[in-house]
């Protein structure tokens, strides 16, 4: 009798943990729900994300090239941009130098110029005007940057949403000209539209958190950007 006595009893105790479990897990299944709302209009978010972007001084950008592009001899990049008060940049890539690859290479574009340590901990040496190489600065041109890469973009169509950086962002996919394509890369030489996607953030003054152009077949680069308008110091090297 005393073990048919002590059953019930356990289960009395324990019935209050078992209704913590029950309500924690009914917790996480709501903070985990999906945004089902319906997407919005996909052209009039890469308009309004176009014009936010085309406003920015300063970004940090995430680049990585998926598939070897030979005009463009960049694996990735990390680096912090600004064009003001004077357009300028610094961070670290593994890039393709004669034949060889070289990781965390650490650059500076200042005055126009690029300047790199092949060499981990050595001293930064003039490889002369940027835009022979890759003008990372570039990339916040109004004219020719990723405002740019925005509004060139034909056919947009909201396909989904994605965590980018911890936000939520719209997925959209479309094509971009040419012409946009060679202005943020003038090395691609471009000729024909490319497949394009750009993520852009639901909340706020939409900013593009993420982009991504596709010059030829399997062959992709990839723009993570985050601390829009965050401000960027890059001293000029000897300075």
């Given at each position: 009798?005393?073990?048919?006595?002590t059953?019930?009893?356990a289960v009395?105790?324990?019935?209050?943990?078992f209704?913590?479990?029950?309500?924690?897990a009914?917790?996480?299944g709501?903070?985990?729900?999906?945004?089902?709302?319906?997407?919005?209009d996909?052209?009039?978010?890469?308009?309004?994300?176009?014009?936010?972007t085309?406003?920015?001084?300063?970004?940090?950008?995430?680049?990585?090239?998926d598939g070897?592009?030979?005009?463009?001899?960049i694996?990735?990049?990390s680096?912090?941009?600004?064009?003001?008060?004077?357009?300028?940049a610094?961070?670290k890539?593994?890039?393709i130098?004669?034949?060889?690859?070289?990781?965390?290479?650490?650059?500076?574009?200042?005055?126009?110029?690029?300047?790199?340590a092949?060499?981990?901990?050595g001293?930064?040496?003039?490889?002369?005007p940027?835009?022979?190489?890759?003008?990372v600065s570039?990339?916040?041109?109004?004219?020719t940057?990723?405002?740019?890469?925005?509004?060139s973009?034909?056919?947009?169509?909201?396909?989904?949403?994605e965590s980018?950086?911890?936000?939520?962002?719209?997925k959209?996919t479309?094509?971009?000209?040419?012409?946009?394509?060679?202005?943020?890369a003038?090395?691609?030489?471009?000729?024909?539209?490319?497949?394009?996607?750009?993520?852009i953030?639901e909340?706020?003054d939409?900013?593009l958190?993420?982009?991504?152009?596709?010059?030829?077949?399997?062959?992709?680069?990839?723009?993570?950007?985050?601390?829009?308008?965050?401000?960027?110091t890059?001293?000029?090297p000897?300075?």
């Amino acid at each position: 009798m005393q073990i048919m006595q002590t059953r019930p009893r356990a289960v009395r105790i324990l019935l209050p943990f078992f209704a913590i479990l029950m309500a924690a897990a009914a917790l996480v299944g709501c903070g985990s729900k999906t945004n089902d709302a319906p997407l919005p209009d996909a052209a009039t978010l890469i308009t309004e994300s176009a014009a936010t972007t085309r406003s920015q001084q300063s970004v940090h950008l995430e680049l990585a090239v998926d598939g070897e592009i030979k005009e463009l001899p960049i694996a990735t990049l990390s680096g912090d941009l600004t064009n003001a008060p004077a357009v300028a940049a610094q961070g670290k890539a593994d890039i393709i130098f004669l034949g060889q690859k070289l990781t965390d290479v650490a650059f500076v574009v200042a005055d126009g110029d690029l300047y790199g340590a092949i060499t981990k901990g050595g001293n930064m040496q003039n490889f002369g005007p940027a835009t022979d190489i890759y003008d990372v600065s570039a990339i916040l041109n109004p004219d020719t940057g990723l405002a740019n890469i925005l509004a060139s973009f034909s056919d947009p169509q909201a396909v989904g949403r994605e965590s980018i950086g911890g936000s939520d962002a719209v997925k959209i996919t479309g094509t971009v000209s040419a012409e946009a394509v060679n202005k943020i890369a003038p090395q691609l030489k471009a000729s024909a539209p490319a497949p394009a996607t750009a993520w852009i953030r639901e909340d706020g003054d939409h900013q593009l958190a993420q982009v991504q152009i596709e010059p030829s077949a399997g062959k992709t680069i990839t723009m993570t950007l985050t601390d829009w308008g965050k401000a960027v110091t890059v001293t000029k090297p000897g300075s």
